[in-house]
């Protein structure tokens, strides 16, 4: 009951975080799409084995965390959540390449620890810049931004759809577990039968909001479109936000920045 209400604050949150008005709220989604896309191109485009480029590259998600005034631990607490993910993917790498790499005293660094240092950086860096597009964006202008670039629109709508109506099927949930609450005390008879009882019921609750919802929707016209009354419209600072993140993208892809301030400090040091 806990968990599910705890699920029901957290989703509720994005949307109350991407409702602000902050400098990163006020650019225009297409640019913060183009310009987070870029971030991704360039995150993948590193060998597997480079881990010191991509530390430079951490800069452009914190801005938009700072920016869009995103807390920290929100994004902490989502990566830690989808995390095991990237934790599997890469979990026989160190078994598969037993090559040495590095070499630290008298520890020797394989290749495949190196490769899973790399995933989980990319990982990291990705999906903080994703979270923080979002947050600092909003699903709905997301969607919009998406179709105005050219997407398609059965899947912005899709998206679209997906997203809002979680909290409909959260809400079906959350009715379900608190009449079991009050039938049955505490955690009593909620053995696998009643469990799956109640996912079965909760199917087809669903399947039945999900038909009145469409018909309520085609009564009001809708046509498979979502059409809003603001438009999108680039200013100075929108190019300049776009035009300066992709100059530095650049710069730290064309140039090893950690390689040089680490060549630098080495040579001070002598």
Same mark, same amino acid.
């Given at each position: 009951?806990?968990?599910?209400?705890?699920?029901?604050?957290? +989703?509720?949150?994005?949307?109350?975080?991407?409702?602000?008005?902050?400098?990163?709220?006020? +650019?225009?989604?297409?640019?913060?799409?183009?310009?987070?896309?870029?971030? =991704?191109?360039?995150?993948?485009?590193?060998?597997?084995?480079? @881990?010191? *480029? @991509?530390? *430079?590259?951490?800069?452009?998600?914190?801005?938009?965390?700072?920016?869009?005034?995103? *807390?920290?631990?929100?994004?902490?607490?989502?990566?830690?959540?989808?995390?095991?993910?990237?934790?599997?993917?890469?979990?026989?790498? *160190? @078994?598969?390449?037993?090559?040495?790499?590095?070499?630290?005293?008298?520890?020797? +660094?394989?290749?495949?620890?190196?490769?899973?240092?790399?995933?989980? =950086?990319?990982?990291? @860096?990705?999906?903080?810049? #994703?979270?923080?597009?979002?947050?600092?964006?909003?699903?709905?202008?997301?969607?919009r931004g998406m179709e105005q670039l050219g997407v398609p629109s059965v899947f912005t709508v899709q998206v679209l759809m997906l997203y809002r109506y979680l909290f409909v099927l959260?809400?079906?949930?959350?009715?379900?577990?608190?009449?079991?609450?009050?039938?049955?005390?505490?955690?009593?008879?909620?053995?696998?039968?009643?469990?799956?009882?109640?996912?079965?019921?909760?199917?087809?609750?669903?399947?039945?909001?999900?038909?009145?919802?469409?018909?309520?929707?085609?009564?009001?016209?809708?046509?498979?479109?979502?059409? #809003? =009354?603001?438009?999108?419209?680039?200013?100075?600072?929108?190019?300049?936000?776009? #035009?300066?993140?992709?100059?530095?993208?650049?710069?730290?892809?064309?140039?090893?920045?950690?390689?040089?301030?680490?060549?630098?400090? #080495?040579?001070?040091?002598?």
């Open positions: 009951m806990a968990d599910i209400d705890s699920t029901m604050a957290e +989703i509720g949150w994005l949307d109350r975080l991407s409702s602000r008005d902050t400098p990163l709220h006020r +650019i225009d989604p297409r640019v913060k799409l183009l310009t987070t896309l870029a971030f =991704i191109v360039v995150v993948l485009s590193y060998g597997k084995y480079q @881990l010191a *480029p @991509l530390m *430079p590259l951490a800069i452009y998600p914190a801005v938009l965390i700072a920016l869009g005034d995103v *807390p920290l631990k929100f994004v902490v607490r989502k990566l830690l959540i989808v995390s095991p993910f990237a934790i599997f993917v890469g979990l026989f790498n *160190p @078994l598969l390449d037993r090559q040495t790499m590095l070499t630290i005293g008298s520890l020797e +660094i394989s290749g495949g620890w190196v490769s899973y240092a790399s995933i989980l =950086i990319r990982f990291v @860096l990705t999906v903080s810049a #994703t979270l923080a597009l979002v947050a600092g964006t909003g699903i709905h202008n997301v969607c959260v809400n079906e949930g959350v009715g379900m577990s608190r009449a079991r609450a009050l039938r049955s005390v505490g955690n009593r008879g909620m053995g696998l039968r009643a469990c799956g009882a109640m996912l079965g019921s909760l199917v087809l609750r669903t399947l039945d909001r999900a038909q009145r919802v469409h018909t309520a929707m085609c009564c009001r016209g809708f046509d498979g479109h979502v059409r #809003t =009354i603001e438009t999108l419209r680039l200013g100075v600072r929108d190019v300049a936000f776009l #035009t300066g993140w992709l100059g530095v993208l650049a710069m730290l892809r064309a140039f090893d920045l950690a390689g040089l301030l680490g060549a630098a400090a #080495t040579g001070a040091g002598r």
